[in-house]
């Protein structure tokens, strides 16, 4: 007796008696035997009895190889999985394991596709039986996989086994699809329907199933996204019917609050518009394929699509204008999302006009709201679009905007302006109508040349055959932007439409000030505005806002956003050269700022008067400011201090001096410190007479005349 341990316990395995077939040795029969047994799903497993049965009957034709009862151990752990290799087979896990750990000397199964439909899964068991000397049996025979003709043998059942579960799945699904295109396969009905005796279904029968799932779609015209709806339900305890099928008959309604994944997926069943749609969604595999994921398409995607086909809810248009709200609300770039409870009005809809990219909205917590363009923090190498503004400002202009077009007076010259918008579109239809024609006349044009050309002549036809090319391109551009402007949507306005819109604008300001929350003060604004582009001019306080109305139309308006520093300022350059103007006047920083401030000159962040600590900085910090109060440019008969000090033979210490005795005419500049002294050949003269008289010591001081300026009323500019 041979002892082989497994799981921690150790097997006596009986040392057989004979041999039972030619390929099965005693070294073989020594180790285990495997019984491998599977089922694909639960289903086959409650249906397929029989084949079960004949699965775990192979034990007995192992037994009749040579193996004892005993040393036979049957694997069937992966009954109710696949063997496509979309599953995780744990049963098959531990059969690679047995083999490895040379425990294992026959591997049997009732067929070769129970081990594996799948080339990686079969390979792996192929290689691996054939490393460690591992037969391989079926209700067939034995195979021994060293031996070349049963390694082609093997190889072809693998591949069938494989090829067979594709060519089930492809006759499956030509079935299915075939029903489908008669709007016939149905494997289960959403709430809300039951199926008939014929298969067909049918709006449920208990009118309060049906009230409720009416309300349910117009709650969505109101909340306009499903997580708003789910809330809705959850929040007011709606709860749908839902009925459970037993043998192909609808059973009675169970009310159930439903989840918000179940919303989400009402929301998109096209049934209730009473259309049939097949192949409605699909699945992206990942690196785990327990977690791929399964994507809705777009009506046009689908593989079927029958519309008024069954009862309804809701329109098609409803269902189509539904399905565009939800894709709107998913949190992508290119979308708005949905209207959330941030105080930012124009969240999803506001984009900087340079880039093109949405504005993003930050709340910072010791300051206001800004729509601010992150471009240059996102992208590498990106220029800053200084795209960045206020909500409060930018919020306040669009309120008022919306009010004035929901006022009567505003919506009567809306609805001017979209007749001129129409008026517009006539005039461009002719424009491109005419553009149409002439690409026509150059396409016949090349076509006549490049047919009248001798073909002997080949570089000549290349190049008019190249000319007829692009004309033909340019024909199609021309017909196709034709195309686009006759399919825009028509901007006249009945007057049905008209008189509701009088009626309802009537108290329409009380109204958004007083009574509309956040959430519907943007519902209406995404209602009247398609998008909002702002640029700011040159990185100051001038901000361009182009708003487009949902009626076709545009308008654009300037506003003045809230600035940090000064050089952002609109009026910057004047501000400093006003501010510089009153310092070289002799004015100290205290009357500066108190000048300014009755000009009406404010500081940037807080609109508040500039205060007088500020005066200097700011001259210190703008260069050409700084340059005059340090290196002033000088006029005729402007002297710097060591330039006129050299000029007449003295010291800076004793021109200051003088300054300070009133002896030169001088004036300091403030901030920098610099003296700017005045002398013209005159008074040039009379200074040099005046150090004559000082350069020697014990010498009388300077007569009245050489103390005495020539000029004493002037001023420094």
């Not at 896990?93 to 799948?118: F, W």
């Not at 089930?168 to 809300?192: C, I, N, T, W, Y």
């Not at 109204?511 to 398609?530: F, M, N, P, S």
């Not at 703008?622 to 005729?636: F, G, K, N, V």
Request: aromatic share 6%; hydrophobic share 35%; glycine share 6%.
């Amino acid at each position: 007796m041979n002892e082989i341990a497994i799981a921690g316990e150790a097997v006596r395995v009986a040392k057989p008696t004979g041999l039972f077939h030619p390929k099965v040795t005693d070294r073989h029969l020594g180790f285990l035997a495997a019984v491998y047994v599977r089922q694909s799903t639960s289903a086959q497993l409650r249906e397929h009895q029989e084949s079960t049965a004949r699965q775990y009957a192979m034990k007995d034709r192992v037994v009749a190889l040579g193996w004892p009862q005993d040393s036979v151990i049957v694997i069937d752990d992966d009954l109710g999985l696949s063997g496509s290799g979309n599953a995780d087979r744990e049963g098959f896990r531990r059969l690679l394991k047995l083999i490895t750990d040379q425990k294992v000397g026959l591997v049997a199964g009732l067929e070769m596709s129970r081990l594996a439909r799948n080339s990686k899964d079969w390979s792996d068991l192929f290689e691996v039986c054939a490393i460690f000397n591992t037969l391989i049996a079926d209700e067939d025979g034995v195979f021994d996989p060293h031996d070349p003709n049963d390694r082609l043998v093997l190889g072809l059942k693998g591949i069938i086994s494989e090829m067979e579960l594709h060519t089930m799945k492809v006759r499956l699904e030509r079935g299915r699809l075939s029903k489908a295109q008669r709007g016939e396969l149905f494997h289960d009905v959403p709430v809300g329907y039951v199926l008939d005796a014929q298969g067909s279904p049918q709006l449920d029968p208990d009118q309060s199933a049906r009230r409720v799932m009416q309300l349910f779609f117009d709650q969505f015209e109101i909340t306009g996204s499903s997580h708003a709806l789910f809330q809705y339900l959850a929040e007011h305890n709606i709860r749908l019917p839902f009925r459970q099928r037993r043998g192909g008959v609808s059973g009675d309604i169970q009310w159930r609050l439903a989840a918000k994944t179940t919303v989400y997926g009402l929301l998109k069943h096209p049934l209730y518009a009473g259309a049939y749609g097949y192949g409605r969604t699909k699945r992206y595999g990942t690196k785990m394929p327990s977690k791929a994921t399964k994507k809705h398409l777009l009506p046009e995607q689908w593989k079927v699509l029958l519309i008024d086909r069954h009862p309804a809810y809701i329109t098609w248009q409803q269902f189509c204008d539904n399905q565009q709200r939800l894709r709107e609300n998913d949190s992508r770039p290119d979308r708005m999302g949905p209207a959330r409870t941030g105080v930012a009005l124009l969240s999803g809809i506001v984009y900087c006009e340079k880039c093109g990219r949405r504005l993003a909205v930050s709340y910072p917590s010791n300051s206001s709201p800004v729509y601010r363009c992150a471009r240059h923090s996102t992208v590498a190498g990106a220029t800053p679009c200084n795209s960045s503004i206020r909500c409060e400002i930018l919020d306040a202009l669009i309120s008022d905007k919306l009010l004035e077009a929901l006022s009567p007076a505003g919506i009567e010259l809306s609805l001017q302006v979209i007749q001129d918008e129409e008026t517009r579109r006539i005039q461009m239809q002719r424009i491109y109508t005419d553009r149409v024609q002439q690409a026509c006349y150059a396409v016949e044009v090349a076509e006549r040349g490049y047919r009248h050309v001798d073909p002997a002549n080949r570089l000549v036809a290349a190049s008019l055959e190249e000319s007829w090319e692009q004309a033909l391109v340019a024909q199609q551009d021309a017909q196709q932007q034709l195309n686009e402007l006759l399919s825009q949507v028509s901007t006249e306005i009945d007057d049905a439409q008209r008189e509701a819109i009088e009626q309802c604008a009537g108290d329409v300001v009380t109204l958004w000030q007083r009574h509309l929350g956040v959430v519907d003060r943007k519902e209406v604004a995404r209602l009247l505005l398609k998008q909002v582009n702002v640029a700011v001019q040159g990185n100051t306080q001038r901000v361009d806002v182009r708003l487009q109305w949902r009626g076709g139309y545009e308008s654009v308006h300037e506003i003045m956003r809230t600035v940090t520093v000064y050089p952002q300022l609109d009026n910057y350059r004047e501000l400093m050269d006003r501010m510089l103007q009153l310092v070289l006047d002799g004015n100290r920083s205290p009357a500066v700022a108190s000048i300014l401030a009755e000009e009406g000159y404010r500081s940037p962040r807080h609109n508040k008067p500039i205060s007088a600590s500020m005066i200097g900085k700011l001259l210190n910090d703008d260069p050409a400011s700084h340059q005059q109060l340090t290196t002033p440019i000088l006029s005729e008969h402007q002297w710097l201090t060591i330039d006129l000090a050299t000029a007449i033979g003295v010291t800076t210490k004793k021109l200051k001096d003088w300054v300070r005795r009133g002896w030169v005419l001088a004036d300091q500049r403030p901030f920098g410190r610099v003296w700017v002294f005045w002398a013209d050949a005159v008074e040039l003269t009379r200074l040099r007479q005046l150090s004559v008289s000082q350069s020697r010591k014990g010498c009388m001081g300077p007569t009245e005349s050489l103390r005495t300026p020539t000029r004493n009323d002037r001023k420094t500019p």
